[in-house]
């Protein structure tokens, strides 16, 4: 190659000609056309195209099972449908999730609900929780969720779930009995049974690894302390080692970061195989060199992804990004 000049240049390696479209939007265009769209772009909308195609592409496969991670306050910030009806169309082979996010949806399953809510003006944070604290009611951002609802929740596990037990049980187990209360409670309710519940119709284990964490953990340490009730948390190491070991291919959705993120790549280490999928959804970049931030790229230096594996990290607010992406690549595979 020569430059304007004549002058002889050495072989570009790295550069191949693929030149940048620019993205166009029009009325009535669906969600798998807006992903086409960001595919052609550049920066993070190069990403969110590529991370709807390899979504899309480990749904398709019969062969693939699929790894869902899901951290954050998911729930309460509205996410839950996303997540239940992903599971209902057998889009979700093993969940891996937070107490939080298990007694929010628990909450809505026995009649609670979360409301629309405020962030405080700058400097009148203080005076702005206060008054919620007066009034009787938790805030997540700019979600309320009223006092009282946790005693209903409390209520509903020690009334349909805790019964169910006597001695030491797995995490995945005692998940099992909530999704299953979560149904039967349900009936009478003018809401959706939820997330435990869908993953207990069609046999979807759902673990969680920091359980403890959370409301719903606090109320397993107290019964505990009062019955032979206990979690043995290393079982769920061989029940989710399990469905790795007999997945023929394997890919790993990750919306945020934490323990969620970490249990489901980690799951790859104790077997021969590794993901061969991977589209993360995180806020956290990569340079601050922490878990939630880390790349799906850094996860194959460790051996969790497959050196072939196809993967996307997408930056951004995950009740905007999941979304986008459940719903692109539901287009592409319909």
């Not at 050495?10 to 939007?25: K, M």
């Not at 769209?37 to 390899?54: D, L, S, T």
């Not at 099972?65 to 057998?90: K, Q």
């Not at 939820?194 to 409301?215: K, L, M, N, R, T």
Request: no cysteine.
């Amino acid at each position: 190659m020569t430059d304007d000049d004549g002058h002889e240049q050495p072989p570009r390696e790295e550069f191949h000609e693929d030149p940048l479209g620019h993205a166009e939007v029009w009325a009535g265009m669906s969600v798998g056309d807006l992903a086409t769209e960001y595919g052609k772009a550049g920066i993070g909308a190069a990403e969110m195209g590529r991370a709807v195609e390899v979504y899309a592409e480990m749904l398709d496969r019969e062969d693939v099972t699929n790894f869902f991670g899901l951290a954050g306050a998911m729930v309460p910030g509205g996410m839950r449908s996303v997540v239940t009806e992903l599971i209902r169309d057998g889009h979700v082979d093993v969940l891996v999730t937070t107490g939080a996010n298990l007694t929010h949806d628990a909450i809505e399953a026995v009649g609670g609900k979360h409301h629309h809510g405020r962030t405080a003006e700058r400097g009148r944070e203080r005076d702005h929780d206060e008054r919620l604290r007066d009034e009787g009611v938790d805030r997540i951002y700019n979600v309320y969720l009223p006092q009282e609802h946790f005693t209903l929740f409390e209520n509903h596990l020690r009334e349909r779930v805790f019964p169910e037990f006597d001695g030491t049980v797995a995490t995945s187990e005692f998940t099992r009995a909530l999704g299953r209360a979560n149904l039967e409670a349900n009936e009478s309710v003018d809401e959706d049974a939820g997330i435990a519940a869908a993953a207990y119709e069609h046999d979807v284990p759902v673990f969680v690894p920091a359980i403890q964490d959370s409301v719903l953990g606090i109320q397993a340490w107290m019964h505990s302390q009062v019955s032979e009730f206990t979690l043995d948390a290393l079982a769920d190491l061989t029940n989710i080692t399990d469905v790795a070991f007999d997945a023929e291919r394997a890919g790993a959705t990750v919306v945020g970061g934490g323990v969620p993120k970490n249990f489901v790549l980690q799951t790859m280490l104790t077997v021969p195989e590794a993901y061969d999928y991977g589209v993360q959804l995180t806020t956290d970049p990569a340079s601050t060199g922490g878990l939630s931030g880390a790349t799906l790229d850094e996860a194959r230096s460790w051996g969790k992804l497959e050196k072939s594996a196809k993967n996307v990290t997408v930056l951004g607010d995950a009740t905007i990004t999941l979304p986008l992406l459940v719903a692109g690549a539901r287009d592409r595979i319909e």
